[in-house]
T-cell receptor, first 117, second 111 residues
Framework: KAGVTQTPRYLIKTRGQQVTLSCSPISGHRSVSWYQQTPGQGLQFLFE???????NKGNFPGRFSGRQFSNSRSEMNVSTLELGDSALYLCASSLGTSGSRSPDTQYFGPGTRLTVL | AQSVTQLGSHVSVSEGALVLLRCNYSSSVPPYLFWYVQYPNQGLQLLLK??????LVKGINGFEAEFKKSETSFHLTKPSAHMSDAAEYFC?????????FGKGTTLSVSS
């Protein structure tokens, strides 16, 4: 089974621009979560989508948004980029059906490294 | 709210030595705990997870972790380190459908 794929792998943008990152989950997985990884803040949860609906959200400003399509693929958008948005953005997929009682394993993609100049 | 703390941002061992990476959790409810590993320029790979079925959890690549409620700990161990174990290790706790990660511990293995 193919793993989680993320495109592009590397991206360079300038302040004020916007960017869209893409994530294709493992076949059969309906939940997609996004995380930001920086040296200073570590790994932080952005949001999770399940069946095209945002089901959970972390503590990030509204400039960070996402969506999920009917085939479970997901995109993340960051508008009005700031220098501090430079990070590795990781996508993870899971079956998404077990809820919080016994959480599904999340499988991570290789990430998209975003550099904001 | 659930959280985890990893003690020691950097651990160095010799090849063949015991690996011990520390993680303490804070949770008002029985937690679900995970250990992930990240190799350079790669995503995260699950090593093992605790879901209350057994306190000693065995994972991949010879790693295991023991859940100790009295100590609120979930330390990761491996009896004999290999050069290929050099990586960054993250402890995490689930909060609804999100994973809340510790700051990570970088493991160095010398020959």
């Amino acid at each position: 089974k193919a793993g989680v794929t993320q495109t592009p792998r590397y991206l360079i943008k300038t302040r004020g621009q916007q960017v869209t990152l893409s994530c294709s989950p493992i076949s059969g997985h309906r939940s997609v979560s996004w995380y930001q990884q920086t040296p200073g803040q570590g790994l932080q949860f952005l949001f999770e989508y399940f069946s095209e609906t945002q089901r959970n959200k972390g503590n990030f400003p509204g400039r960070f948004s996402g969506r999920q399509f009917s085939n479970s693929r997901s995109e993340m958008n960051v508008s009005t980029l700031e220098l501090g948005d430079s990070a590795l953005y990781l996508c993870a997929s899971s079956l998404g059906t077990s809820g919080s009682r016994s959480p599904d394993t999340q499988y991570f993609g290789p990430g998209t490294r975003l550099t904001v100049l | 709210a659930q959280s985890v703390t990893q003690l020691g941002s950097h651990v160095s061992v010799s090849e063949g030595a015991l690996v011990l990476l520390r993680c303490n959790y804070s949770s008002s409810v029985p937690p679900y705990l995970f250990w992930y590993v990240q190799y350079p320029n790669q995503g995260l790979q699950l090593l093992l997870k605790y879901t209350s079925a057994a306190t000693l959890v065995k994972g991949i690549n010879g790693f295991e972790a023991e859940f100790k409620k009295s100590e609120t700990s979930f330390h990761l161990t491996k009896p004999s380190a290999h050069m290929s174990d050099a990586a960054e290790y993250f402890c995490a706790v689930s909060r609804e459908t999100a994973l809340i990660f510790g700051k990570g511990t970088t493991l160095s293995v010398s020959s």
